[in-house]
């Protein structure tokens, strides 16, 4: 890839991620100032605050740590650059799977309409478990992170490969770690909280569709309420859907190393790895009345500031 195409790349990477911290932020300052206001937060506002804080300081660390690798890459293979960035890296990327896996589960829970005892069961509970899931997802993503640092402590000190691989270069070696021991773990810890925001869109996909059904038998509009709220809560779990699989996707084929800073294809990847927390953002602020009001007000604030 030509020079100028690389910079335009990066150039958009930039403006992508800039973009993404700008909107994760607003997210997190509006909840706070909430918050701070009324001295609690509701389940959804605590799912929405913690998320939109993992992803700002996620990208925040994605992007700090893209240009060191890219710039300084032998530095960051055999120095201590690799463990300090994965160690923030895997732990915020962790509790952002997280993070948005309840936030898919919240969806469902609140606009479903299933008469099964257990979805009952959970419908009742879930609210009341949300500070909880959080914080146990804080520590699942603490576990994972101390798994992903050994790996990459390894690596570094080449003690452990030296003695599985044998006598290897140095990038053969740190290539056999990432498709023997990265690649699995990272496959296992993130398919787990997708397995989780997968069965949470089939249950709404299900609802909808028994909902509608039911509304054809009574002869009744299919625009009434519950079938419209079904519908925004679908499209927009959806394309959350899209976004979450395609970011999990780019992470397991980027552990399998196709895409090194030596690729042509390195800064189009990094675009499609970090596409969900920048996009994702937005949709959130334009679903939610709270923040699409005070997102209207700054934008018409601005418009009077260039007026002026």
Not at 58 to 81: I, R, T
Not at 87 to 116: E, P, R, Y
Not at 149 to 162: E, H, K, L, S, T
Not at 223 to 240: E, N, P, W
Request: hydrophobic share 55%; charged share 10%.
């Amino acid at each position: 890839m030509q020079p100028a195409f690389t910079a335009l790349f990066m150039l958009l990477f930039v403006l992508l991620c800039f973009l993404g911290i700008l909107a994760n932020g607003f997210i997190v300052l509006v909840l706070s100032r909430e918050w701070r206001r009324l001295g609690r937060l509701l389940p959804s506002d605590m799912i929405l605050m913690s998320l939109g804080a993992s992803r700002f300081c996620l990208q925040w660390v994605g992007m700090v740590h893209n240009f060191y690798l890219f710039f300084h890459l032998g530095e960051f293979s055999k120095g201590p650059a690799r463990e300090l960035f994965g160690l923030q890296w895997d732990f915020l990327n962790s509790a952002t799977f997280w993070f948005g896996t309840w936030l898919s589960v919240f969806f469902c829970m609140k606009i479903a309409n299933l008469t099964h005892p257990t979805f009952l069961w959970l419908k009742w509970r879930f609210p009341r478990s949300v500070p909880w899931l959080l914080l146990g997802s804080l520590l699942i993503s603490t576990v994972v992170t101390l798994l992903f640092f050994w790996g990459n402590y390894a690596v570094n000190q080449g003690f452990f490969i030296r003695e599985v691989f044998g006598n290897m270069t140095y990038m053969e070696r740190v290539m056999r770690m990432e498709i023997h021991y990265f690649l699995p773990l990272k496959f296992v810890t993130l398919s787990i909280p997708c397995s989780v925001f997968l069965v949470a869109t089939a249950l709404l996909i299900h609802s909808l569709r028994r909902h509608a059904q039911t509304m054809r038998q009574s002869a009744h509009s299919l625009q009434d309420a519950s079938t419209q709220a079904h519908t925004r809560a679908l499209k927009s779990l959806i394309f959350f859907l899209i976004l979450y699989i395609l970011s999990f996707m780019s992470l397991i084929i980027d552990a399998v190393g196709f895409f090194s800073t030596e690729n042509d294809w390195f800064w189009p990847w990094q675009i499609v790895t970090y596409l969900c927390t920048s996009v994702h953002p937005f949709i959130l602020i334009l679903s939610n009345l709270r923040l699409r009001e005070v997102f209207r007000q700054l934008l018409l604030l601005a418009r009077g500031f260039w007026l002026v």
